[in-house]
């Protein structure tokens, strides 16, 4: 058995198929294993991470297939000519911090304890293991025609994209209009206009609006740098429009 070695870079599952369905469960027993040492250690639980998972299930399949561990058979953290930073950058995954701790095996008869035994047998893997800061994971195993098993399982700590929107709206109608973007409540009266500015963590930001009457708020989809009016066309009937 060769002891896995370690690239530790300085500071996160739409899954692909899995290369077998043992595959699968001796990822799940590692996850597993080590979150409930993480727990021990204090750790918060990692999470599996869609994007980090095609990133290393490519990496074990690859080198099952080549049935190598890395490009010249010695080093499993590089290969096709990348290290595991290199990887993520090609696959545009964004962090503020990552490691990965591989390895390999000839049969054996629990590849998933081996493999968490091994690792946390190593003062440098065990690191990686019990990192407080890096709550994201991907855990990938694969069997070579030799019978070897070869393991990857990435750390990170994504980072996070805001998406920031400023917009502008009048209020036409005769009424002063209630509405909400993110937590942040507002009143527009009637005539007035106003710039508002909202950064979020979702993909979108949206504008939630309780018109005069309603029990319930109407949400609209708001785009950076948008112009918009409170209109009243008929009366009570209220819109949220395009001032463009």
């Not at 785009?223 to 949220?240: C, L, N, P, Q, V």
């Amino acid at each position: 058995m060769h002891r896995p070695t370690l690239t530790a870079v300085a500071l996160l599952l739409l899954a692909g198929p899995a290369f077998a369905q043992e595959a699968e469960e001796v990822e799940k027993k590692i996850l597993d294993e080590i979150n409930d040492y993480r727990a021990k250690k204090g750790a918060p639980k990692l999470v599996v991470d869609e994007k980090l998972q095609a990133v290393a299930q490519a990496h074990a399949r690859g080198m099952a297939k080549a049935d190598k561990y890395g490009d010249d058979g010695k080093n499993g953290h590089v290969w096709d000519g990348k290290n595991p930073a290199e990887r993520l950058k090609a696959a545009g995954y964004k962090h503020l911090g990552m490691a990965e701790n591989v390895g390999w095996a000839t049969k054996p008869k629990d590849p998933a304890g081996m493999m968490v035994k091994t690792w946390l047998g190593s003062a440098a893997h065990e690191k990686n293991l019990s990192n407080k800061d890096l709550t994201h994971t991907a855990i990938a195993t694969a069997q070579g025609k030799s019978g070897k098993w070869y393991f990857v399982q990435l750390f990170a700590k994504p980072a996070v994209t805001r998406t920031n929107v400023t917009f502008t709206v009048e209020n036409k109608t005769k009424q002063t209009i209630a509405f909400r973007v993110g937590s942040k409540k507002y009143e527009l009266e009637a005539g007035q206009a106003a710039e508002v500015s909202h950064s979020t963590s979702a993909s979108k930001v949206q504008i939630g609006i309780t018109w005069p009457g309603a029990k319930k708020e109407e949400a609209f989809d708001l785009a950076d740098k948008g112009s918009y009016a409170f209109t009243e066309k008929e009366r009570g009937k209220f819109a949220f429009e395009s001032a463009k």
